[in-house]
Each structure stands twice: as structure tokens, then as C-alpha cells.
């Protein structure tokens, strides 16, 4: 996702239902609806919370001063939702 293009004047007279936005990738220009940004975003937000306990799993694997039965409680006790 590289970016959201919109203006003002282009949402004069439109509605929620009616209004579109750009949605830039790979240099493709696609026009999107407010409810599908807040699905990408919502989405963003859940990949990133992928990648963070991604990392933080792979911190406590590597912690040499844990042992294997503190590891996996560690892991276990990690909170997945937003």
C-alpha cells in the first residue's frame, strides 16, 4: 500500500455511499470507497500486530537466560487482539 489520494473539491456533493478515493500500488491508481480505507486500515493494523508478536516470539526463542517451560508460558501468555 503506497497511498491514499483525495481532495476536497473532489467530495463536494458527494455522499458517504458515493464518494470515492484513489488507492495507489505499483503504480496503479484504483478508485476506493471511505469503507473500504477503513478496512485497509484496519488491516494494517492487524498485520502490524502480526509482525510485532511475530518479533516478540522470536525474541523469547532466542533469549538464552529462559529456560523452555518459561519460553512457551511467555508465548502463551501473549495477548493476540487489538
Not at 458527494?14 to 478496512?39: C, D, G, K, M, Q
Request: glycine share 6%; no cysteine; proline share 4%.
Amino acid at each position: 500500500m503506497t497511498g491514499i489520494v483525495g481532495t476536497a473539491p473532489d467530495a463536494e456533493g458527494a455522499t458517504a455511499a458515493t464518494l470515492t478515493v484513489e488507492f495507489s500500488a505499483s503504480n496503479t491508481r484504483y478508485p476506493i470507497t471511505p469503507n473500504w480505507v477503513i478496512a485497509m486500515t484496519h488491516y494494517k493494523l492487524l498485520l502490524q500486530r502480526s509482525w510485532d508478536r511475530k518479533d516478540a516470539i522470536n525474541a523469547a526463542l532466542a533469549d538464552e537466560t529462559m529456560g523452555q517451560a518459561a519460553k512457551r508460558e511467555g508465548i502463551e501468555s501473549m495477548h493476540w487482539w487489538l
